[in-house]
């Protein structure tokens, strides 16, 4: 079992930035890949980022360019520090995390084993 803790998220203007936080006890000693999702009004759950252990990134082609990884080896957390973000980026967001070994680090929920709580990102026009 690995409890996932997710925290950031708010309200911010169209353009403004936000960051959210993802802890992932143990993630530097497992080949794990984590994910980031959200959810809109009368949307699905779409994958938006995701990492594998070899540091490869993805990103869902809305976002690339403005969404971008970063992480602190010291706290086992991961970071999507978001930027120029849209009223279209609005909803509640989700890190999960991959414990299948070999990982693919993709953007499909249901490969997704452990989920955070979410957090709401709310943007304005």
């Known amino acids: 079992q690995v409890r996932v803790v997710e925290s950031g998220g708010g309200s911010v203007q169209a353009g403004g930035s936000l960051i959210l936080s993802c802890v992932v006890p143990?993630?530097?000693?497992?080949?794990?890949?984590v994910g980031w999702f959200r959810q809109g009004p009368e949307k699905g759950r779409e994958g938006i980022a995701a990492?594998?252990?070899?540091?490869?990134?993805v990103y869902l082609e809305s976002v690339e360019g403005r969404f971008t990884f970063a992480k602190d080896r010291a706290k086992d957390t991961l970071f999507l520090q978001m930027d120029s973000l849209k009223p279209e980026d609005s909803g509640i967001y989700y890190c999960?995390?991959?414990?299948?070994?070999?990982?693919?680090?993709?953007?499909?929920?249901?490969?997704?084993?452990?989920w955070s709580q979410g957090t709401q990102v709310t943007v304005s026009s």
């Open positions: 990492i594998d252990p070899d540091s490869v990134e």
């Open positions: 143990g993630y530097w000693n497992a080949d794990n890949c």
């Open positions: 999960a995390v991959d414990v299948t070994p070999r990982c693919a680090g993709d953007l499909y929920a249901s490969d997704y084993d452990y």
